[in-house]
């Protein structure tokens, strides 16, 4: 073997030596991400209530409303939170995060205003799937005490939805569907047309084509958050900053 051999198979393994490092430099930082990831995982998974710990791993603020849609909230014009704490009765107030208000198992959670709005989240909300009466009372009762009120509600499963706004106990405009329209009310805002809301008359056939009907519930489920926006707030825009920063109050119903 002469030189020229010797030299090219030093090269050839320098060569090898340095590819190896590098795959293997590439494989311990992806190593290194899963791990992370799988830590930062178990810590949102084992504790849904503390979202802030999860926040101060993410490069942005972490915004539960975006991975647990709400079902169903308020939007009260108001920034008076205790007027909204003693309208809907709230027991056992304690202060809270917005994941913690997301997560918990508390039946309301009133956030901290926002552009002038307070919105509620929780189960403790009636829909008008179990009774719209009860819904109804509720909504105007809430209402004659501070005066803007509105009320959303969306399932993806059922494609149930509702929409309503009232002003000092009066309904400007309402209505549900939960297999059927249960509720409307009012002259369709300009707002419901832009969006492109499908609503339905008391015992209206939508038609007999079931695809068609279904198009209709999915659109208005979708759409929902954006007549939200358009009334008030859609949730899932807020801003994550504030969300990051500002506490609001959990509690639970009579």
């Not at 919105?119 to 008008?128: E, R, S, Y």
Request: glycine share 8%; net charge positive.
């Amino acid at each position: 073997m002469d030189a020229v051999d010797i030299f090219a198979i030093a090269l050839l393994a320098l060569l090898g030596f340095v590819l190896g490092g590098g795959v293997s430099a590439v494989l311990l930082v992806r190593r290194h991400l899963r791990v992370r990831r799988r830590r930062i995982g178990r810590l949102h998974l084992e504790r849904p209530g503390s979202a802030a710990e999860f926040s101060r791993f993410s490069l942005v603020p972490f915004n539960p409303l975006q991975v647990k849609p709400p079902a169903r909230w308020l939007a009260i014009r108001s920034r008076d939170t205790q007027a909204v704490q003693v309208a809907l009765r709230l027991n056992n107030p304690q202060p809270c995060s917005w994941a913690e208000g997301v997560f918990s198992a508390r039946k309301l959670f009133i956030a901290p205003p926002i552009n002038g709005w307070t919105l509620v989240f929780g189960a403790g909300l009636p829909i008008p799937d179990d009774d719209v009466d009860v819904c109804y009372r509720f909504l105007r009762e809430l209402s004659q005490k501070l005066g803007q009120v509105q009320f959303f509600q969306t399932d993806p499963i059922l494609q149930h939805h509702a929409w309503a706004q009232l002003e000092s106990g009066r309904v400007v405009r309402a209505y549900a569907w939960a297999g059927a329209t249960l509720w409307n009310q009012g002259v369709k805002t300009s707002a419901e047309i832009a969006v492109g809301m499908n609503c339905f008359g008391y015992g209206e056939n939508p038609g007999s084509d079931d695809w068609v009907l279904a198009d209709h519930l999915v659109a208005n489920v979708d759409k929902v958050p954006q007549l939200a926006q358009r009334w008030s707030l859609d949730p899932a825009e807020i801003n994550l900053r504030y969300v990051a920063h500002h506490q609001g109050i959990a509690g639970n119903t009579n």
